[in-house]
């Protein structure tokens, strides 16, 4: 089946961001959100960006216009019975992703595919809230996604060849760089990422370092174009112990505890840049 026409489920952070790349190269993508508010942000976010990339001459005006032409918006999740391809990228709760899967299960065509932009949900487990769960996959793009050259496609123990062919060489059209992993625990991403940040606040809470000095080893002794510790701040406290507890719980392993400064900084609300204050100020 030629996909052309997308449904993406929530117009936040990712939603918006996804929403807008396909609408860029050339694909009809409706965009739901349950919030009204949401939805107008998620707009707003999108002619702000694309307006960047206009700044950057990274964009003509007519790929702008041409852009915002192909985004229509809708407050429910009927508005997708025609679509080939859905996307959700709702908040990260499980219970609110079944409610989304089961009824979208019942509303597309049966060779629609059904992908999930969770980063922590097992893809087993959503696709077997499904009948076919073979039509289920994860696709996770990357945070700001117009910008990041990386789709990780989480393949469930269910996922067919072809839906997996299909949702990546989807990626290679919209110019990105997919890597298809296996689902478990954290996917690769989080996997390797998560510990490492954790690893990083221990090294703080031990007073090994400042977290100046901690990110400053990590960004000019290894490269890395962010040290730890701001990146936990940029993704924010709450959903990087979220991500620790869900490896924790699902390994039952002890080298995946979160570290108690991390749970403390939570329960402060010291959430990163979101709420101006993390293990810097803002
Ligand atoms: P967000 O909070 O910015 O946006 C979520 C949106 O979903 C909200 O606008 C909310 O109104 C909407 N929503 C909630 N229930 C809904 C429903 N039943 N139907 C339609 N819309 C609904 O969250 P986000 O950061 O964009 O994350 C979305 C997903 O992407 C999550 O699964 C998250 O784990 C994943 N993800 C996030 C990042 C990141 O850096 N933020 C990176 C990769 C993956």
């Known amino acids: 089946m030629a996909i052309t026409r997308i449904g993406v489920i929530g117009a936040g952070t990712m939603g918006n961001g996804i929403t807008q790349t396909f609408a860029r190269h050339g694909f009809q993508v409706t965009m739901v959100d349950t919030?009204?508010?949401?939805?107008?942000?998620?707009?707003?976010?999108?002619?702000?960006?694309?307006?960047?990339?206009?700044?950057?001459?990274?964009?003509?005006?007519?790929?702008?216009?041409?852009?915002?032409?192909?985004?229509?918006?809708?407050?429910?999740?009927?508005?997708?019975?025609?679509?080939?391809?859905?996307?959700?990228?709702?908040?990260?709760?499980?219970?609110?992703?079944?409610?989304?899967?089961?009824?979208?299960?019942r509303l597309l065509p049966a060779e629609a595919i059904l992908a999930?932009?969770?980063?922590?949900?097992?893809l087993t487990r959503i696709a077997a809230w499904v009948e076919r769960?073979?039509?289920?996959?994860?696709?996770?793009?990357?945070?700001?996604?117009?910008?990041?050259?990386?789709?990780?496609?989480?393949?469930?123990?269910?996922?067919?060849?072809?839906?997996?062919?299909?949702?990546?060489?989807?990626?290679?059209?919209?110019?990105?760089?997919?890597?298809?992993?296996?689902?478990?625990?954290?996917?690769?991403?989080?996997?390797?990422?998560?510990?490492?940040?954790?690893?990083?606040?221990?090294?703080?809470?031990?007073?090994?370092?400042?977290?100046?000095?901690?990110?400053?080893?990590?960004?000019?002794g290894m490269n890395h174009p962010i040290g730890p510790l701001a990146l936990a701040d940029l993704i924010g406290l709450d959903t990087c112990l979220a991500i620790m507890n869900i490896l924790h719980d699902e390994f039952r392993d002890s080298k995946y505890r979160a570290c108690p400064l991390l749970a403390q900084m939570v329960a402060a609300g010291r959430l990163g840049r979101k709420s101006g204050k993390g293990f810097y100020s803002y």
């Open 116 to 122: 999930s932009n969770t980063s922590s949900i097992s």
């Open 35 to 105: 919030s009204p508010q949401a939805l107008e942000n998620g707009l707003a976010a999108i002619r702000a960006s694309l307006a960047k990339l206009e700044k950057k001459a990274l964009l003509s005006p007519a790929d702008t216009a041409l852009t915002l032409s192909n985004i229509a918006t809708a407050g429910s999740l009927a508005a997708l019975a025609g679509c080939e391809l859905v996307v959700e990228a709702a908040t990260e709760n499980a219970t609110i992703k079944e409610s989304i899967f089961r009824e979208l299960a």
């Open 133 to 220: 769960p073979e039509r289920v996959v994860g696709m996770h793009f990357m945070n700001p996604v117009p910008l990041m050259p990386l789709v990780e496609i989480i393949r469930a123990l269910q996922t067919d060849d072809a839906t997996h062919q299909q949702v990546h060489a989807l990626a290679v059209e919209l110019g990105k760089t997919p890597v298809t992993v296996k689902d478990g625990p954290g996917f690769v991403s989080n996997r390797i990422l998560m510990p490492m940040i954790n690893e990083a606040v221990f090294a703080l809470y031990e007073n090994l370092a400042s977290a100046e000095d901690i990110d400053t080893v990590m960004k000019l």
